[in-house]
C-alpha cells in the first residue's frame, strides 16, 4: 500500500497513455478487459492525461472504473490563465472523478510556477480534486512548487523510473522527497519494454533512448539479470522489474495492453523478491543512475508547444 496523502494506492498502478491510442498499438475491448482483470486482482489505482489522445484515454479509464472502486490520477498540461481549471473540469466530465490531480510537466518559463500550483491547490480547496501532484520535476523545482503552497502538500512526482532510467535515485532529488513528503509515480516502469528484452515498432517507442540503451553491454547485462531473476522466482519479468521498483519506494504504473499483461501487473503485488535478487538487479542498472530527473528543457521551447497544441486541439 502506498500512501498519497488521503489516498491508498495499491503498490502497482495502471499508466494508460495506451489507451490514447495514436502512437501505440491498441486495441479498445482488449484494454477495457486488461484494466478490468487488473482492478478485479487488486490493482486500485489508473494514471491517465488529458493529452492522451486528446482525451480519449480519460474517456475509456472513465468507462472502465465504473463499477470499480480505484484511485484516478491525471494530468493537466496546459498553463494559460484559468487552464489549469478548465482541464481539470474537462477531465472531470470524462472521468467522473479525480483523486489525484498532477501537472504534466513543469510549466513553460512565462507561466509563474507558484500561480500554476496555487490553481491546483484552489481545486482542492473546491473539493474538485482528492490530492495534488506534479510530474517530470526535478529536486530543485519541487523545492519551489511546495514553497508555493499555502495549505496543502504535494503529494507526488511522477517521472520516468525504470532500470534503464535510475535519475530518481540521485542523492539530491531522493533528499527533497524524503524533506517534503512526496511519493515517486514511476513511469514508463517497464521501459516501454526494453527492460524486457522486447522491442516495438510504434511511434511511442521508435525514438525512446531506452532501446538503445538496452542494445549495449550494459544495458544486455540489464535484461540478462531480469530474466534470470524472473526465472528463479518463476515470475514473469514484467513482474520481476515492477517488485523491484516497488521494493525501491516507487508506484509503477505499467501501461498494459492485455489481460495477460494486467496479470503480470497484479503478480507484482504479492512477489517479494530476496535480498540477493534486489542486489543483482540494483548492481546491473547501477550504470543508468546518472542523467538527472524531468525535464527541464520543457520550460522552453516545447511548453509553447504544448500550449499551442492545447488551444488548438478538440478537447
Ligand atoms: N508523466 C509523463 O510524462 C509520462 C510519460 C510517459 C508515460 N507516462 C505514464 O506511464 C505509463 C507507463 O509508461 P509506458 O506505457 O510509456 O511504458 P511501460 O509501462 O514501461 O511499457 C509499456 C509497454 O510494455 C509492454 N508491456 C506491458 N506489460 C507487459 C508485460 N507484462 N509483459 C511484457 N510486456 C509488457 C507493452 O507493450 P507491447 O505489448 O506492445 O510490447 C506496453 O505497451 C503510461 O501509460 C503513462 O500513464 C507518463
Known sequence: ???????????????????????WTVDRAELLKAYRRAFELGINFVDTAEIYGWGESERL?????????????????????????????ASLARLGRID????????????????????????KEAGLVSEIGVSNFDARLLRRAAECLKRHEIVSDQVEYNPFNRSAD??????ALGELGVKIIAW??????????????????????????????????????????????????????????????????????NAAQAEDAAGALRLQ?????????????????AGGVGMGGIRYVPGFLQELALRLSPL
Not at 225 to 254: C, D, E, F, M, T
Open 1 to 23: 500500500m502506498m500512501e498519497l496523502g488521503s489516498l491508498k494506492a495499491s503498490d502497482v498502478g495502471l499508466g494508460a497513455w495506451q489507451a490514447g491510442g495514436r502512437a
Open 61 to 89: 479509464v472513465g468507462e472502465a472504473i465504473r463499477g470499480y472502486d480505484v484511485i484516478v490520477a491525471t494530468k493537466v498540461a496546459g498553463f494559460h490563465w484559468g487552464s489549469v481549471e478548465k482541464s481539470a473540469r
Open 100 to 123: 489525484l490531480l498532477q501537472l504534466h510537466w513543469p510549466p513553460p518559463v512565462y507561466a509563474p510556477l507558484c500561480r500554476v500550483v496555487r490553481d491546483l491547490e484552489r481545486l
Open 170 to 175: 540521485a542523492d539530491e532529488f531522493r533528499k
Open 188 to 257: 514508463s516502469p517497464l521501459a516501454k519494454g526494453a527492460a524486457l528484452g522486447k522491442w516495438g515498432p510504434d511511434r511511442a517507442r521508435r525514438m525512446d533512448p531506452s532501446f538503445k540503451k538496452a542494445s549495449t553491454e550494459a544495458g544486455r547485462r540489464v535484461v540478462e539479470a531480469v530474466r534470470s531473476v524472473a526465472q528463479r522466482r518463476g515470475a514473469s519479468p514484467a513482474a520481476v522489474v515492477l517488485a523491484w521498483l516497488k521494493h525501491r519506494g516507487a508506484l509503477p504504473i505499467p501501461g498494459v495492453k
Open 273 to 289: 523478491l530476496p535480498e540477493e535478487d534486489l542486489r543483482l538487479l540494483d548492481e546491473a542498472t547501477a550504470p543508468f543512475i
